[in-house]
């Protein structure tokens, strides 16, 4: 594509035919990915200011630097390089890499899904779900990026415009048609989003997370309401309406609407809940009918994942006993209250959770399928809202019946300074410190008795620890496995 047609939405006809022209190779937003007759869009980013490095991007064969106004003082005494400034550099990469790849997503049909908690479960939800339709689906989430056979590993749960729509014609070019994808409140605030045509949109809930960067709960929610308010009147979203905040998106969004709830009075519902080991049943009130349902996910906070679900593909026609077919056979979801298979006589689940509603939501669930005593691990991630460590601390202190508190991933911060922080909330004496996470795990389980139920918090599905500048592989689910085989089991 040629520049002045690829530059043609971002400024005037008139100030194009100044530009001289070549065939664009490439978009970049990092210096060391430049090409010969590669555009590089210079970010003002949280760290680094990418206008520092335009001599470099030059060097390395770029014909055309996209600088933010307000912030370039960039000269540059070569002709043949094209300086366009513009207002907001981050909308106008998200701009130009769409149209680069052609707008993937107006021919694919892109389901958004946003939320403090549950993003990970309704997209494997709906993945198994439109492929027991005969659908061809994709997933762009937390865990990893997949499409037909393809794996790709997740650096961030959605990635910049130029992997994002780079991805999305590649799936669009291997017959996907709809793509599932989580949208981090990081992403919406950085525009990543910005070019995409969102066919759909679902909200699980908003508790406190992230503050770290967004300052206040009405910046987060804010950022998370992005995805809602920029939904054209052809897109539908589906809304939790038991949260709080998302009956406040249902007065923002242009989008037909979809409600999903357990108490207050909506499209979806479920009642007559019930939970054990292995799973819950349920029954699913929709257009009029009652349907029991089975699943294999424990607890009410994923019998609101499961009502999204169906939530949608009651929107797209699909019937409920497919729908029901499709969850009854789902399979595990990575480090989400995964059970541990062994032969002891105490159970043991990895979970993900790392903020206090989400470790209140699953100690709740465990609770209720045990009579027996509650051990958890967990603990901080460095360089991240640190207003929620006492507030964990609390949380699985008091619902708890012994807590271990260790590292999670403590980053270029004092591991003991994370762990005073979380013990400033407990006001109990029922937990101990063991800061070696391999240790802490260990610990746990030689205290667990028949009937006990283990938590191994924080990191789900991750598997690697950051310790200040090094990455070290780090797996509780293989950690559990390797220290109950140690003790025969």
């Known amino acids: 594509m040629r520049l ?6 971002i400024i005037s006809d008139s100030n194009s035919s100044r530009i001289e022209d070549f065939e664009v190779a490439g978009i970049a937003c990092n210096s060391k990915d430049v090409r010969d007759n590669f555009i590089f869009v210079a970010i003002k980013g949280n760290c680094e200011d990418g206008h520092k490095f335009i001599p470099e991007a030059i060097n390395r064969g770029a014909k055309a630097i996209i600088v933010q106004c307000q912030v370039s003082s960039v000269k540059c005494q070569d002709k043949n390089i094209n300086f366009i400034e513009v207002k907001d550099t981050r909308k106008v990469l998200a701009k130009l890499v769409t149209e680069f790849y052609g707008d993937p997503s107006s021919r694919l049909k892109v389901i958004g899904i946003t939320g403090t908690n549950g993003k990970t479960t309704i997209s494997y939800l709906l993945e198994a779900l439109l492929k027991e339709s005969g659908l061809n689906p994709a997933v762009i989430g937390t865990v990893n990026y997949r499409f037909r056979d393809k794996v790709i590993p997740a650096k961030n749960t959605t990635p910049g415009p130029i992997e994002l729509q780079s991805m999305l014609a590649d799936m669009l070019s291997v017959g996907v048609d709809y793509t599932v ?11 990543r989003t910005e070019g995409i045509d969102f066919y759909s949109a679902i909200f699980t809930n908003l508790t406190q997370d992230h503050l770290d960067y967004h300052n206040t709960l009405e910046d987060y929610f804010s950022a998370k309401s992005k995805l809602f308010r920029n939904l054209s009147s052809n897109s539908f979203a589906i809304i939790n309406n038991d949260d709080e905040y998302g009956r406040r998106l249902k007065e923002l969004t242009r989008g037909q609407m ?8 909506s499209d979806v519902m479920a009642k007559d809940l019930r939970f054990n080991i292995t799973g819950s049943e349920f029954l699913i009130k929709a257009k009029e009918k009652e349907i029991p349902f089975k699943a294999p996910l424990i607890g009410r906070h994923n019998v609101y994942n499961i009502l999204a679900v169906i939530a949608f593909a009651l929107k797209e026609n699909i019937n409920l006993e497919r729908i029901k077919e ?7 979801i990575p480090g989400r209250l995964e059970k541990i298979d062994f032969s002891g006589s105490f159970s043991v689940f990895v979970d993900y959770a790392h903020t206090q509603d989400a470790l209140s939501n699953v100690i709740k669930t465990l609770r209720e399928l ?5 051990i958890v ?11 929620k460590r006492p507030k964990m601390g609390r949380v699985v202190s008091e619902l708890a019946d012994y807590a271990i508190i260790t590292n999670d991933n403590p980053r ?14 407990i006001k109990n004496d029922n937990y101990c410190v063991i800061p070696e996470r391999f240790e802490a795990i260990k610990k746990s389980l030689s205290l667990a008795k028949a009937g006990d139920i283990v938590l191994v918090a924080g990191k789900g599905h991750e598997n690697y620890q950051i310790l200040r500048d090094k990455v070290i592989h780090f797996d509780d689910r293989e950690t559990v496995r390797q220290c109950l085989a140690s003790m025969n089991y």
């Not at 002045?4 to 939405?9: A, D, G, N, S």
């Not at 045990?370 to 509650?374: D, T, V």
């Not at 691990?377 to 207003?387: A, N, P, W």
Request: charge should be positive; aromatic fraction near 4%.
């Open 377 to 387: 691990v967990f603990g901080c991630g460095g360089q991240r809202d640190r207003t």
């Open 412 to 425: 270029l911060e004092q591991p003991e300074k994370i762990i005073d922080d979380i013990r400033k909330g």
């Open 326 to 332: 499709a969850i009854k056979n789902f399979s595990v």
């Open 181 to 191: 994808m989580e949208v981090s409140s990081h992403a919406l605030d950085q525009n």
């Open 4 to 9: 002045r047609q690829l530059i043609r939405t």
């Open 258 to 265: 979809i409600t999903y709830a357990i108490v207050n009075p």
């Open 370 to 374: 045990s009579k027996n005593r509650i």
